[in-house]
């Protein structure tokens, strides 16, 4: 039985079709699709081989839905072109006959052979075929997932006291929906707070009245006094939310199916060193006191927008704007006095013409400086370097404003980390989502909103929680009328195989895992995991981490990438190398390769991926043990990775996998991992050709019994626990500086993970070893087989007795090791 056939899984017959797009004359003429149709249809599993002139016009898809209903087909291939413009019309014309989003493959034949090789058509026709082979490898060790419907339980729970949360609220009382508005403040400290977070928004607070009105009379909201959060835990749909009483008494408990995390960010005076007295220097919280209190101001009053000075760069254009809102209130209500705003020249100033003609108009003069030169103030004066020409000049003041710090403020960091983010102290909540398709993700985010997750002005912050209220509701009217599904592939825990070792959730950057319990600080408490599908992007870099492997891809196993290496490597001549490709950049720019007519060697084989992240370790070696000569892995660039992560990462694991091959007397540049970029597919090209010319210098690997042992050792060695455990503590994020226990610095890691490696292969071939024996053997037999020394080789095997790993018997004191439960 070949291996590709020893990884199937039970499960319903697989009935595959094959499509071969002619492509006008983009594929046909090039390819010789009627050799390629008989390659392909070789299989039993083959129940239907078609060429078809066009398979993404409509003729085309009829054409195949005609075949999946007469044949009965559970598996489709289309090979045609390219997969990320055309798999959203082939699910849909697919789904529509029941078959989901795993059941079917794209091949772009176009793209990765038609036009980018100068072979004969029946040599690219070869070349196909084997494309195909994986590809059907794929999809018949594919075990469906069932699709997940989220069930939805109670009303969305506002939280975090944030001034958002009104906005968000007024968007859902629009749509009907029920809400749990948990508040640490009564209204009229909630209005006192606005005016102390957004100083000078004058035209906007009688926008927050209202929607402060609306909210306290609406009988959809209830509103609930709360103290601090403590605990948040299970999925969308089913939340149990904790609050301490506000009283001092029980805790408040609260089921409900979504959660919104309105969360404002702390505004204070500025620092000393500017010159902040609290009386003739002051901040512009301060200046909305006194302007709020009916203070008559007169004087020249200058206010400097010094955000830049004071290190908060992302506070510039509001303390601007809160400037101008200031100064325009003052000529409007005390004409004889004299308002200035002074600014660097390096901030882009968010007012519109009309404000500019106003301010001419009302004689408030913006006056930029050189930020290079910081400007002085003096006892009645400042002065400072003018933008234009570059000469100091100076503008009187009675009274200088400052611009306030901002900063996220200790309740919202605490807030968002009980909800499960990653915080780092002083440091707005703002995220970048994961840029991956639409339809793999629901969330796409915690819904956290609001002026600590994002610096913005009031009416951004309302703005803010009109938009993620205005999303929450679609999903929870879609979940309530049973449509509201979760992506095809996404992340589950096993839990009786989680040992809650936090692995995963420290490389999950979509925050889609925690305990089943909600957050815990410092390791896992003997919480087991779960995955919040509404989150999780499947981009599977934490699947690939899992020491115990205890976390599935649905619909994009192990098994099923271990199975398309398998059927690829076994296809590949002596001279043809194979490789990875991220559908983002690596494999989109093979697209655009093609699509630019370059050309490239015929000898590489690129399969493309999710993300690389998502590769294994095991399916690494895997490929390797199968007949791989090299593997080459094209992701994105480091800063651009789509899925956070996921290239950094595959770093580390391309790390491990080089040592092995050390280990095994092979080339460490076997293994590659090179960046790419889709507007530069000539530099794909460039690494494509580079790569081909080392593995040309290598040769093919010589798979005599001892070298076929080791690339066995170094396959069984990736499924241990110990490397797994110690690969997976060095997927660094890029605050993090720091390693547990003792490695100490990137230094010590690479020893610690060195010597495990070591050991963990060694330990591989001696299980193999006594395996293919079928007895017990002295060290020195064990030494000479692994040709190693008998010390090295004592030390190891006594470890391993320790472990229960090999069995020890003496006889005439005379050490024998064997398998625990094997022959002796």
């Not at 040992?499 to 889609?512: G, H, I, K, N, W």
């Not at 290598?698 to 170094?714: H, N, S, Y």
Request: charged letters at 25%; proline letters at 5%; glycine letters at 8%.
């Amino acid at each position: 039985m070949k291996r590709e056939q020893a990884l199937k899984e039970s499960g319903p017959t697989p009935r595959l079709g094959i499509f071969l797009c002619e492509c006008g004359v983009e594929i046909a003429p090039r390819i010789d699709l009627e050799v390629l149709a008989k390659l392909a249809g070789g299989s039993p599993d083959v129940a239907h081989v078609e060429v078809l002139p066009a398979s993404c016009l409509t003729p085309g898809l009829e054409r195949i839905q005609e075949m999946v209903r007469k044949k009965g087909l559970n598996r489709v291939i289309v090979a045609g072109c390219e997969s990320r413009l055309l798999h959203k019309k082939f699910e849909q014309a697919l789904a529509e006959l029941g078959l989901a989003e795993g059941q079917f493959d794209l091949i772009n034949l176009r793209d990765h052979v038609a036009r980018v090789h100068r072979g004969k058509p029946k040599e690219l026709a070869e070349k196909g075929a084997k494309l195909i082979r994986a590809s059907q490898a794929w999809l018949e060790t594919l075990q469906l997932a069932p699709r997940l419907r989220i069930d939805y339980q109670g009303p969305v729970m506002i939280l975090g006291g944030g001034i958002s949360a009104y906005g968000a609220a007024q968007e859902l009382m629009e749509h009907g929906v029920e809400t749990i508005f948990a508040r640490p403040f009564d209204l009229a400290e909630e209005k006192e707070r606005a005016y102390q977070i957004f100083p000078g928004e004058f035209h906007t607070y009688e926008r927050l009245w209202k929607a402060m009105d609306e909210v306290e009379k609406s009988p959809l909201v209830k509103k609930v006094r709360v103290g601090d959060l403590q605990e948040v835990s299970g999925r969308f749909g089913d939340y149990t939310v904790t609050f301490a009483s506000p009283d001092q008494e029980e805790s408040l408990v609260f089921k409900t199916g979504a959660i919104i995390a309105a969360l404002a960010w702390e505004i204070s005076h500025q620092l000393p060193e500017f010159g902040h007295d609290g009386e003739r220097v002051i901040c512009q919280l301060e200046m909305n006191d006194l302007l709020r209190k009916g203070a008559h101001i007169t004087g020249p009053v200058v206010f400097w927008v010094n955000d830049l000075l004071a290190g908060q760069p992302f506070g510039a254009h509001l303390s601007l704007k809160s400037a101008w809102h200031m100064a325009e209130y003052l000529k409007e209500n005390f004409p004889e006095c004299q308002a200035a705003i002074l600014y660097d020249s390096a901030i882009d100033i968010p007012l519109g013409d009309v404000d500019f003609v106003r301010a001419r108009r009302l004689g408030i003069p913006l006056i930029p400086y050189r930020g290079e030169v910081r400007p002085t103030v003096r006892q009645d004066s400042i002065a400072y370097e003018r933008a234009d020409d570059r000469t100091e000049q100076e503008l009187d003041w009675r009274l200088l404003v400052l611009s306030p710090r901002r900063g996220p403020g200790k309740k919202a960091l605490a807030t968002a980390k009980i909800l499960g983010l990653e915080v780092k102290e002083e440091e707005f909540l703002e995220r970048y989502p994961q840029m991956v398709r639409p339809d793999q993700v629901v969330l796409g985010e915690k819904l956290m909103v609001g002026s600590a997750c994002q610096p913005c002005d009031l009416r951004g912050a309302i703005s803010q929680g009109h938009r993620v209220a205005g999303k929450t509701a679609a999903l929870v009217k879609k979940a309530q009328a049973g449509e509201l599904f979760a992506p095809a592939v996404i992340s589950m825990v096993d839990q009786d195989k989680c040992s809650v070792c936090t692995l995963c959730r420290e490389v999950c950057d979509c925050l889609a895992i925690q305990p089943v319990s909600g957050p815990v600080a410092g390791l896992g408490h003997n919480v087991p995991r779960i995955v919040d599908p509404m989150l999780c992007t499947g981009e599977g870099t934490c699947v690939a981490s899992c020491p115990e492997m205890a976390l599935t891809l649905t619909n994009c196993t192990l098994a099923q990438h271990e199975a398309r290496v398998t059927a690829l490597a076994q296809s590949l001549a002596a001279d043809e190398v194979m490789g990875f490709g991220c559908q983002w950049s690596g494999a989109a720019s093979a697209d655009q390769a093609g699509l630019r007519g370059l050309s490239y060697s015929d000898r590489f084989y690129l399969l493309p991926v999710r993300c690389l992240g998502q590769i294994d370790p095991v399916v690494m070696g895997r490929a390797f043990l199968e007949g791989a000569n090299g593997l080459l892995l094209v992701g994105c660039n480091p800063e651009e990775c789509h899925h956070s992560h996921g290239l950094d990462h595959t770093w580390s694991r391309v790390w491990a996998l080089k040592k092995l091959l050390a280990l095994c007397g092979l080339e460490r540049d076997r293994i590659a991992l090179a960046h790419s970029d889709i507007t530069k597919p000539e530099e794909y090209v460039h690494t494509v050709e580079s790569y081909i010319r080392t593995m040309d210098r290598f040769g093919p690997i010589q798979r005599d019994a001892d070298t076929q042992g080791k690339l066995k050792a170094l396959y069984d060695a990736l499924h241990t626990y110990r490397v797994r455990w110690v690969l997976g503590v060095s997927l660094r994020r890029p605050w993090e500086t720091t390693y547990p226990m003792h490695m100490r610095n990137p230094a010590a890691y690479d020893q610690t993970l060195t010597e495990i490696l070591t050991e963990e292969f060694f330990r591989a071939q001696v299980t193999n070893l006594l395996r293919q024996r079928g007895r017990s053997l002295q060290l020195a037999d064990i030494a000479q087989a692994l040709r190693t020394d008998e010390e090295r080789a004592y030390d190891y095997l006594k470890d391993m007795g320790h472990d229960g790993l090999v069995s020890i018997v003496f006889i005439n004191r005379t050490p024998y090791y064997g398998l625990p439960f094997g022959p002796q």
